[in-house]
């Protein structure tokens, strides 16, 4: 099993680069952010297994908001029935590969190039892939 996490990425423009005028030796590339996982699936049946990932996981989006949900709002026969629902699995980790392309192969004048397109964009992915360039 494969599991791909996408962080943050964004198209950079060969425009950008001042090298564009300098030899014109550029072309367009995607900056990026991203995680393979590899393991075996192990599917989870069990309605107390699910039950408990329901509730971690609605506690970890819920938590720090001024009337959080729990599972235990809505009525125990509908939890159950939507239990029923849920296919649960687990994957063992096996690998991880991680991997980001921030621009750092190119020149610290391409880099700021780079920087200053990203800046101009107005999508909120443009703004996080600069945030992770400039660590």
């Known amino acids: 099993?494969?599991?791909i996490f996408q962080g943050p990425n964004h198209y950079v423009s060969p425009g950008w680069y001042p090298a564009k005028k300098e030899h014109g030796k550029v072309v367009p590339t995607w900056n990026y952010?991203?995680?393979h996982v590899r393991g075996?699936?192990?599917w989870q049946h069990d309605q107390n297994w699910l039950r408990e990932l329901?509730?971690?996981t609605t506690h970890a989006h819920e938590?720090?908001?001024q009337n959080p949900w729990h599972v235990a709002d809505a009525p125990e026969e509908y939890v159950t029935r939507m239990l029923e629902a849920i296919v649960g699995f687990e994957i063992p980790i096996g690998a991880i590969?991680?991997?980001?392309k921030l621009s750092q192969n190119r020149s610290s004048a391409d880099r700021a190039g780079v920087a200053d397109g990203?800046?101009?964009e107005r999508v909120s992915h443009a703004a996080e892939?600069?945030?992770w360039m400039r660590k």
Request: charged content about 25%; cysteine-free; glycine content about 8%.
């Open 1 to 3: 099993m494969l599991v």
């Open 33 to 35: 952010i991203i995680v």
């Open 40 to 42: 075996s699936i192990e």
């Open 54 to 56: 329901l509730e971690r």
């Open 63 to 65: 938590h720090g908001r």
């Open 97 to 100: 590969t991680g991997k980001w």
């Open 118 to 120: 990203l800046a101009s």
């Open 129 to 131: 892939i600069l945030e």
